[in-house]
C-alpha cells in the first residue's frame, strides 16, 4: 500500500521542530545575517532539543532517525532560517561518511562524541580551484610509515571555523583521478591545520564558511575513512543520502515565502481592492502551492528510498535540482506579489531568497545533477515502450483487427528512416517517400 501520512512519531518531532523553529530560530535569524556570524548556541540548543545528528545510529549514541525524519526537521529549520538549517544539518553531512564506511574504530570513536559532546564535524571535498569535479581534487596524501601525510587546500567548508573535526577528501595522485582519491577524519587541533577568515556571501550568512590549509598534516593511517579509490564513491554515497535534506530546506524557504505572500496578499490593498482579490496574485499563490508541494514529495521520495535501502541516487538528484529551483521561482513570485516592501531588509522575502540562491550551488550545483540523471538515462534507464522502429504505428490500415480485437489483414512494415508502413506478404522494393531500399523495412504488425 501506499501512504503519504506521517507517524505519530514523525508528526511530534515535526511539532518539536516547528515550535524549535519558532522559537529558537527565527528570532536569531535577521541579527546573525546582518552581522555575518554563525550563533553556535542554537546549534547547542538544537542539539539539547534532540533535532541535530539524528541520523547517527543508536549504538553510536545517536537516535537513530531516518532521513524522512532528517527531512521533516530540516524542513521546519529551513523555513525559519535556511542559513541555520545549513549549520545544523552540516554535522550529518560531516558524519555521514563516517556512519556509511564500514569503519568500527572511527565509528566508535567518533559517534558518540559528536552525539553526546556537541562536537562538531565538516565535510571537505571542495578546493579553490575545484567544486564540481571531485575527481580533479588535488590535496594531497603521502604514505608516511604507518600514517599519511597531508597537504593542500580545501575551500567553502561550512562550519569549519567551529568544527571540531574535518571529514577530507585527498588524493594520493593527481593523476589517478577517482581511482586516487582516499578520505580521512581530521582533528583541528593537529598540527598544520588551519582555517582561513570567514568568507563574506550574498545569502546564508548566519552559516560558517571557511577555507581549511593543511599543511604537513600528519594522520594517522586508523583515521583513513576510504582508501584510496574508494573515497570518491565514499563522496557520492554520501551525497546521494544529503541532497534530500538540501531539497528538504528549498521546500521549507518555499514554504514560507508563500506563508508571508498569503498574509501580505489579504492585507495589502491597490486599486482599491486586496491583492489577493487579483487573479493575477491568486494564479502566483498557486503555484507557489504546487511547486511546495511537488517537490516535498520528490524530497521524501529520495528520503524513503535512502531508508529502504535503495540507491536513492537518481530521486536524490531530480528532488535536488526540482525542489531548489522551484524554491527560487517561488522566491522570485513572492517577491514581486511584496513589491518594493519584498526588496527591503525589513521584511522577511529578502534574506529567504538571498539564502535560497544557494541550494543550486551546493552540494552539486543543478547542472551536475542534470548530468547524473541524463547519465542514467542514457545508460542504465530501462524502457517500457519498444523502440521506435518497432512501435506498432499502424496508419492507412484496412482493418487491422477483427471484431474481437486480434490481429487481422495484411503485415505491416515500417521504414526504417521516414517511418511509412507498407502493408502486404512482402517488404516493398523501396519506400515510396525517402526511396531507401524496401530490405530495411522492419515487421510490425502483427507482434
Ligand atoms: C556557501 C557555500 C558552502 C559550501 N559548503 C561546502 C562544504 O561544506 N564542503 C564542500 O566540500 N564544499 C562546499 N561548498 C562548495 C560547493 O559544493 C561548490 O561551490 C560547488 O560544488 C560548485 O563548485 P565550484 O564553485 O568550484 O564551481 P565550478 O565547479 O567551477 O563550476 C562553475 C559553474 O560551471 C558549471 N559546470 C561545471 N562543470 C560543468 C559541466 N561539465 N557541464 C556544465 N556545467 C558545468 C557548474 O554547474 C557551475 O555553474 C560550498 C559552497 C558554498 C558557496
Known sequence: MLDFSLSPEQLDLQKRARRFAKEVVLPAAWHYDEIDEL???????ASDAGIMNSDIPKEYGGAGL?????????EEIAAACPGL???????????????????EHLKKKYLPEIAKNFKQICFA????????????????????????????????????????YMTIFAT???????????????????????????????????????????????????????????????????????????????????????????????????FGSKLHSYQATQFKLAEMYQR?????????????????????????SIGKFYATESAMQVLNDALQIFGGYGYTKMFPVEKLLRDTRLFTIYEGTSEIQRMIVAGYLLSAYEPVMPPIEDVPVLLGADQPFDAD???????????????????????????????VTGKGFKKVWPG
Open 85 to 103: 538549517a545549513t549549520s545544523i544539518f552540516d554535522n550529518s553531512l560531516g558524519f555521514e561518511p563516517i556512519v556509511i564506511s564500514g569503519n
Open 125 to 164: 571535498t571542495s578546493e579553490p580551484m575545484m567544486g564540481s569535479d571531485v575527481a580533479g581534487l588535488q590535496c594531497r596524501a603521502e604514505k608516511d610509515g604507518d600514517d599519511y601525510i597531508l597537504n593542500g587546500t580545501k575551500y567553502w567548508i561550512t562550519n569549519s571555523a567551529v568544527a571540531d
Open 405 to 435: 480485437g486480434n490481429p487481422s489483414g495484411e503485415t505491416a512494415w515500417r521504414c526504417p528512416l521516414c517511418g511509412y508502413v507498407h502493408y502486404g506478404e512482402e517488404q516493398p522494393e523501396e519506400c515510396p517517400y525517402c526511396f
Open 66 to 74: 531516518g532521513l524522512v525524519e532528517g527531512a521533516i526537521v530540516t
Open 172 to 270: 594520493v595522485d593527481i593523476e589517478k583521478k577517482h581511482d586516487g582519491i582516499c578520505a580521512f577524519i581530521v582533528e583541528k587541533e593537529w598540527e598544520g591545520v588551519r582555517v582561513g577568515r570567514h568568507i563574506p556571501k550574498l545569502g546564508q550568512r548566519t552559516s560558517n564558511t571557511a577555507g581549511i590549509n593543511l599543511t604537513d598534516v600528519r594522520v594517522p593511517s586508523e583515521n583513513m575513512l576510504a582508501p584510496p579509490g574508494e573515497g570518491f564513491i565514499l563522496a557520492m554515497k554520501t551525497f546521494s543520502r544529503t541532497r534530500p535534506i538540501i531539497g528538504a530546506f528549498a521546500v521549507g524557504a518555499a514554504r514560507s515565502a508563500m506563508e508571508y505572500s498569503i498574509d501580505y496578499a489579504k492585507k495589502r490593498k491597490t
Open 39 to 45: 550563533p553556535l548556541w542554537v546549534l547547542k540548543k
Open 292 to 316: 511546495v508541494e511537488t517537490s516535498r514529495l520528490l524530497v521524501l521520495k529520495g528520503a524513503w528510498e535512502a531508508d529502504s535501502g535503495m540507491d536513492p541516487t537518481i530521486t536524490a
